[in-house]
């Protein structure tokens, strides 16, 4: 539990104020394996938050995978190699309905901001639609979807922000679509027209909602109606997450013009991409061309081979299916006056905490993260007012980390301070 | 030589269109080492060109710190790390003035996006000021600033783009600064302010003129005298490319408040940084926060690392120095009636071709670039109208592959068809 001031120090001398960490306490990790970090101090955690070590921390195929074509070859994408071919070929295979083109960069945030491009230079108009509770991303762009970091200046006009769906206050398609709708035109009538919609299908920074198979589908209707597209975030639902499918899209029953893939990508790797249908791709190609030096390299074609054979090999999307259920049962057994709604899909779940009044109660989902950590299990918080216990483990998380983590939470919820 | 037609459309199939390749016929390597790349057919081509691979392709060091620490853990930047502290402290120890803090990022092309907004937060004037044949990076905010891919809808009013310095028309100091100095103007009229001039030290993507020390210095202090910032992209001449130097910025005497690092950086692992003062860096801290999930991870750190390790050890930037001025010397020996300027700084080179009127000859830039290609250099052209011969090998380059390139563009000039 050490975590010397002057390690803090230090960091803020290097990195600057306000470089947001993790817990009261910090913690100082050193080493990981599937679903467990060691701290400095030997301590072992059950890392119940991770997406990013999509097949477990440290994988040694995945390690091996890159480390073997570090040392053979690690070029860019002006010179032809096969391996981020045969990958797209894999990838694309798994996606289906034309999204069959790719643009490979390094980070979601990136792909979102060719994304972003893609719709504009296919449709020509500039307009976006997003929730105003979410996160697609950080680049000066894609930041002005963002509801938490405003760029300096303010939003710029072509971005319409609509109400995020929420769980507590139910959920109706029709609804959110109305809203989708009057952003539409208001963009329409200011001159921007509609570029897309972006949504992340699972609605994960939004609070994790669980929406409905369908709720989507009359939001994606009415934009794709005016002739914009649907871009679809999977960077937290994608590669099979959801257990009962590979991708959000494919649960909610969309068709997206462009998908975005990052964080499990690469297991830690800096791979991502924007994959979009022909058209789309071919739109933005003549409009920008687009390279990226470090992008759809042999290391990272590598290196996310791996990444989906050891998914496939190690059936982690039936895990998270079967795996996730049986913890969702044992959490919704789970009982405390401030949960109002526990929820979740396949291995992705959320436990929204409110006062007595009914309304968001972060004191208690910070008190319930501090103390899960106490217990060896590492959480998180998301929802507009960090009011709602995240769980998003990685996918190698079978059913004995369940019964550690169910018996932390039990034991957490129990010890819970009198919270008003 | 082979390079199935099949490939190329594979490639077309899932890249899209105008993805761009080099040579006539591009090349399918497999295997890099040092200065040398092997393609499909066993061939072996001596790299001039690439200034990814820093320290040489597949370094065997650079290979083994991203192998074992990718083996140990990979995670982000919320939990704490001494990795990236002792790089940075490392790095910083390097740069001076001041230039104490840092965000790492993934890409050049994000530590740059990051550069606007910390200009743009610290001065809360949003204009920026670059040259009008540049290129700093690919992301929406960035290539505002480029010439040659200007966004759907055209340049923003906030970015004016200044005439490039050119090494025939003549280098003058003062005039590039009286350009800058009406540029600002125009921002502070327009109500914009001047939040930054960007520029690379090298002017890499200008053509390479080789400005002499202190050419730049007029025009950043036009900026500084109104407030606005210098951002100094280092992405090219950094980490010892000039061999007099560690950074373009001390050749030319210029004390940037930002410099941007990328490409070499981690030989290839996507890896880069936005280093600025203390007062900047918290500026763009207050304002934004910014997390990157795969930036300032153990295993960037780690091989970023060894980076600078090789480079050290191996006393690379000397190398540079000396093999590139004996490089220089006898690329000026050679003459050919299309050579208008041959120049180069360390182990960075420019040949610059006209034609007979003067104008500049892309033709010729091409001929030499495949008839090294065919002699087994792999070689690359810049300028407005890519007609300047670019050599940037990796740092490894010694005397024996400054002979073999010497002898294989002497031999291109001398075999040069007849052109006008």
Redesign the interface.
Known sequence: MS?PSS??Q??A??????????YDT???????EGCW?WDADGRRYLDAY?N??HVG??H?RV?AA??EQ?????????????G??DY??RL?GLLGHGL?????T?????AM?VA??MA??AT?A?GLIATDNTYHG????V?ALSTR?P???GRPPHVRLVPAPDALSGLDGDIFAAHVAEAATALQEEGFGVAALIVCPALANEGLPCPPAGFLQPAAAQVQKVGGLLIADEIQPGFGRLGSHWWGFEQQGLRPDIVCL??PMGN???VAAAIGT?PV??A??????????????P?AAATATAVLDVLEEENLRQNAEATGAALLARMRSMHHPRIADTRGHGLFFAMEFQTQEGTPCPVTAKAVVEGLKARGVLAGAIGRQQHILKLRPPMVFGPAEADLLSTALQETLEALPDVP
């Open positions: 975590m390690l803090l230090r960091r001398a290097r990195l600057g104020p306000n470089v947001s960490t993790f910090p913690l100082h990790i050193l080493r990981g970090l991770n990013v070590p921390h440290a040694p390690v890159m480390s570090a040392a053979q070859l690690n070029t860019h994408s002006r010179y032809v190699h096969t981020i071919l797209l070929d694309t069959d083109q790719a643009v490979m390094c980070t979601g945030s990136e901001d972003l491009r504009q230079a020509g500039t950080n680049t000066s762009a930041t970091r760029p300096i200046g990052g964080k830690g790797y800096p022909a791709v071919s933005f190609r003549t409009a920008f061309g687009y390279f990226n030096t470090f992008a759809a390299s290391v």
